[in-house]
């Protein structure tokens, strides 16, 4: 499997504050990698960073040849300003192919096959029209997921994607998205909260720690002292 990203002695300030440090670790073809770690750690930051939207202070994200930015999808945390958007969900989901369409003004017929397509695929065929506000917490996760497929192909990024959801549609999105990973061969790279969660389904672990991070498969977090730490004080 290919290198998509490699991080090399990253390290990243927010408001003059230090929060990583000589971070380094690669995300590779059909990879599950869960970024977890307490608040304030650095999670939020290293998005930005990866995403493009902030530039490390030390060190560099390189991106493999085979990466375009045009195939990575986003799913960023709601505002409740985002919640209560007045857009069809099929509106919503083909805004997520604005940035493949570049100079033309409308959107093509392959376009709006792959919104389509996308909604098929998180059956959500029968929330086509309703509006996106009326929906409820999981149908919106389920709409913008299928807006973050129709704007990358091969990579995901997923902030945070079930927080406010009752247990079971919580599931229902963990099991989705491992099925995107396994079937679809599609890479996600997700922030967690929920270690638990995360060392089920993710195939490596990021854990940014003050002290010192932890890299590797989830197999090797399990038997480091930070994960078994950290899963031992949620398991209680």
Same mark, same amino acid.
Do not use: W
């Given at each position: 499997?290919? /290198?998509?990203?490699?991080? /090399?002695?990253?390290?990243?300030?927010?408001?003059?504050?230090?929060?990583?440090?000589?971070?380094? *670790?690669?995300?590779?073809? %059909?990879?599950? #990698?869960?970024?977890?770690? /307490?608040?304030?750690? =650095?999670?939020?930051?290293?998005?930005?960073?990866?995403?493009? $939207?902030?530039?490390?202070?030390?060190?560099?994200? @390189?991106?493999?040849?085979? #990466?375009?930015?045009?195939?990575?999808?986003?799913? &960023?945390?709601?505002?409740?300003?985002?919640?209560?958007?007045?857009?069809?969900?099929?509106?919503?989901?083909?805004? %997520?192919?604005?940035?493949?369409?570049? $100079?033309?003004? *409308?959107?093509?017929?392959?376009?709006?096959? @792959?919104?389509?397509?996308?909604?098929?695929? $998180?059956? !959500?065929?029968?929330? !086509?029209?309703? +509006?996106?506000?009326?929906? +409820?917490? =999981?149908?919106?996760?389920?709409? #913008?997921?299928?807006?973050?497929?129709?704007?990358?192909?091969?990579?995901?990024?997923?902030?945070?994607?079930?927080?406010?959801?009752? &247990?079971?549609?919580? /599931?229902?999105?963990?099991? #989705?998205?491992?099925?995107?990973?396994?079937?679809?061969?599609?890479?996600?790279?997700?922030? +967690?909260?929920?270690?638990?969660?995360?060392?089920?389904?993710?195939?490596? !672990? $990021?854990?940014?720690?003050?002290?010192?991070?932890?890299? %590797?498969?989830?197999?090797?977090?399990?038997?480091?002292?930070?994960?078994?730490?950290?899963? %031992?004080?949620?398991?209680?």
């Amino acid at each position: 499997m290919g /290198e998509l990203i490699k991080c /090399e002695n990253l390290a990243f300030s927010y408001e003059d504050v230090d929060v990583i440090k000589n971070l380094e *670790f690669t995300v590779s073809e %059909g990879d599950y #990698l869960c970024i977890v770690g /307490e608040n304030g750690s =650095g999670k939020s930051t290293l998005t930005r960073g990866l995403l493009g $939207l902030k530039s490390p202070d030390q060190g560099k994200i @390189i991106f493999g040849e085979e #990466l375009k930015k045009k195939e990575i999808g986003y799913l &960023p945390q709601q505002t409740p300003a985002q919640k209560d958007f007045p857009a069809s969900v099929f509106e919503v989901v083909l805004s %997520g192919r604005l940035n493949s369409r570049g $100079l033309k003004p *409308f959107y093509s017929k392959k376009d709006k096959l @792959i919104a389509h397509d996308n909604i098929r695929k $998180l059956g !959500i065929e029968d929330l !086509i029209n309703r +509006s996106y506000r009326d929906l +409820s917490g =999981g149908q919106q996760q389920r709409v #913008l997921l299928a807006r973050a497929l129709c704007a990358g192909k091969k990579l995901l990024f997923l902030d945070e994607p079930v927080t406010g959801l009752d &247990p079971i549609v919580t /599931e229902e999105m963990y099991r #989705l998205i491992e099925d995107l990973n396994k079937t679809d061969h599609i890479t996600i790279v997700m922030v +967690s909260h929920d270690i638990t969660s995360a060392v089920k389904y993710a195939t490596h !672990i $990021l854990h940014l720690n003050f002290e010192k991070s932890f890299f %590797g498969t989830t197999q090797e977090y399990m038997k480091s002292p930070l994960g078994q730490y950290f899963f %031992g004080k949620y398991n209680d």
